[in-house]
């Protein structure tokens, strides 16, 4: 790592801990004022440990079974152009969230009493009353089932329409009801790209702007967190460069020395220039700004009809530096204001600290435990033990494993489930960093495809590593994976279907996920062991899998039966392949 670089990861990470928390925010906390904390614990060696607060838990169950109906738009937007739209309708049974359920609906006409399997839904537009979907019906306890229904009775507009579904038994005694938003809006007309998210698989849709296509096509966005003073602005040459590695979108990180603590703009607008030529998506980071209204104006005005813009990032770990509850929310409303068709993210760092409130102002979700090389008991940076009321290690509550990587992820979508919202696409943040601060060293290059398929397995829809300028071994490895994921063969099953974890027998902590389309499935096969075991026979079952097809990435496995076997594995082996 370069000594400019060395300074630009330490500093990233310095600024959130430079200040103690400002008065305002120790009494919106109830935290001692003067005290620096992260993630709400105190980690300095002169302060004691207090509770921080913001713990998500889980609600007391229902003694009885509840229906939870729920309603979504396929996409979180539809244009003028567009005749017809979809929503996405849940009918689970649950015992944490919905109303009183109950198996029988009696019928009038011949006096029997049957189970209530199937609930009548209509749908409409509240202020207007327009019916969108009429007498239709879903299976009880299904989800993702998906209607479609014309536009041609609304008006573009940038207000959503707000659209009520209700639901009963087929006698009528049992009735459910849910709301949701729907953005059927205006075309652009200044040239600018739009992109979609999709909430049925969680991938984005874009068109081919670069080229003139209006087809809407899955991305797999696939980059770094990159040095805008400490490598990117160093030479024009640099965006070529990092295209040519294959990376299809760029993250960069803003000047936090600047007066604007972003760009000068004209110096990036010859950048913008050339990624517009190239077709390399801009992922735009006000991360030393958000907060600053007038400047996230000024900001998302400038860049928001590029070609290349794809998204914005809002907060940098906004949970961790107690950003106040409500930030991320009032940027993302403002960001929307002024441009509804590209999506927001933000990225947590807390494993459960106002995961609502620091969600609530987002589109992606993105998390980045880094578990290797690190520390998580007693950190070396503040000479403090870590546990979950003290201490920053870097690593929130983590173990220092690769399971911090799934659990991240799992967690993070059972507190959606928890809060009964729709899930919001994860995308990962795998460590390409060392050396530095709790990091003792960089990942290997085996490390890093660990990650990122661990990331991926666990229904990631993008990946950001940090950061970029990295080891040439991380660049290579990662240059070879991001040609692997964002190809036409693998992009498909990531993003046009749901991810099965399958049960891996022989070995342990091998992470296996299959993504099934049509007659084919793609498997992923993760071996986070640093040990190999040559000579052990590993199984996987797979329902109606017979012939070995492409391999993408490592090596094929034997097919037969139902059954994918090999022997032996490769310490760290990760195998990525098609059977049908």
Not at 163 to 184: E, H, K, M, N, R
Request: hydrophobic share 40%.
């Amino acid at each position: 790592m370069s000594n400019m670089l060395r300074l630009f990861s330490v500093a990233s990470f310095l600024v959130g801990h430079a200040f103690a928390i400002s008065p305002e925010s120790a009494a919106e906390f109830g935290y001692p004022a003067g005290v620096d904390v992260w993630c709400g614990k105190a980690y300095r060696a002169t302060n004691g440990s207090f509770e921080p607060g913001g713990w998500l838990e889980k609600p007391a169950l229902s003694s009885t079974p509840l229906l939870d109906i729920s309603i979504r738009p396929r996409l979180n937007l539809y244009l003028a152009s567009e005749t017809y739209a979809s929503f996405i309708i849940d009918a689970p049974i649950s015992f944490m969230h919905g109303g009183a359920y109950m198996n029988a609906s009696f019928n009038k006409q011949d006096n029997i009493t049957s189970p209530f399997t199937k609930l009548f839904i209509d749908v409409e537009v509240t202020e207007s009353g327009l019916n969108l979907i009429a007498g239709g019906n879903v299976t009880v306890n299904t989800t993702n089932n998906e209607f479609g229904f014309n536009l041609s009775g609304l008006t573009p507009r940038f207000e959503p329409y707000q659209i009520v579904i209700t639901g009963a038994s087929g006698d009528g005694a049992q009735f459910y009801s849910s709301t949701t938003d729907l953005y059927y809006v205006p075309e652009r007309t200044d040239g600018g790209s739009v992109a979609k998210v999709d909430s049925l698989y969680g991938g984005l849709l874009v068109q081919d702007v670069f080229t003139g296509s209006t087809d809407w096509t899955p991305l797999f966005p696939y980059t770094f967190y990159t040095s805008w003073d400490g490598w990117l602005e160093l030479s024009l040459d640099n965006i070529r460069v990092f295209k040519d590695h294959g990376y299809n979108i760029i993250h960069i990180v803003p000047n936090a020395g600047l007066d604007n603590k972003a760009f000068d703009f004209d110096e990036l607008d010859t950048y913008l220039d050339i990624m517009d030529e190239i077709g390399l998506w801009l992922m735009f980071d006000m991360r030393w700004s958000y907060t600053n209204l007038s400047s996230v104006e000024t900001q998302v005005n400038r860049v928001k009809s590029r070609k290349s813009m794809l998204l914005y990032y809002t907060g940098d770990e906004p949970d961790g530096q107690v950003d106040a509850l409500n930030a991320t929310k009032i940027t993302y409303d403002l960001v929307k204001s002024l441009d509804p068709w590209h999506p927001v993210s933000l990225c947590l760092n807390c494993l459960n600290y106002y995961f609502s409130e620091y969600t609530s102002g987002t589109d992606i979700i993105m998390s980045d435990p880094y578990p290797i090389a690190v520390n998580t008991t007693y950190s070396v940076q503040y000479n403090t033990v870590c546990n979950m009321t003290y201490g920053c290690c870097g690593c929130d509550d983590c173990e220092g494993d690769f399971e911090d990587i799934t659990t991240r992820l799992d967690l993070y979508k059972e507190y959606q489930d928890i809060l009964n919202v729709p899930q919001k696409p994860q995308w990962g943040v795998p460590q390409a960093f060392g050396n530095e601060t709790f990091w003792a060293r960089y990942p290997t290059p085996e490390e890093e495809v660990v990650m990122n398929m661990l990331f991926v397995n666990h229904g990631a829809k993008g990946i950001a590593m940090w950061a970029y300028p990295t080891e040439p071994g991380l660049i290579n490895v990662t240059s070879a994976l991001s040609k692997t994921l964002t190809s036409s063969t693998v992009t498909p099953y990531l993003l046009g279907t749901f991810p099965v974890a399958l049960d891996v027998k022989g070995v342990s902590r091998v992470d296996a996920t299959a993504w099934s389309l049509e007659n084919s499935t793609l498997v992923s096969v993760v071996n986070m062991n640093y040990v190999p075991t040559p000579m052990v026979n590993v199984s996987i079952s797979l329902e109606g899998v017979g012939t070995l097809g492409q391999v993408v990435w490592g090596s094929g496995w034997s097919v037969g039966g139902g059954v994918l076997s090999k022997v032996g594995l490769d310490a760290l082996e990760v195998d990525v392949f098609i059977v049908s």
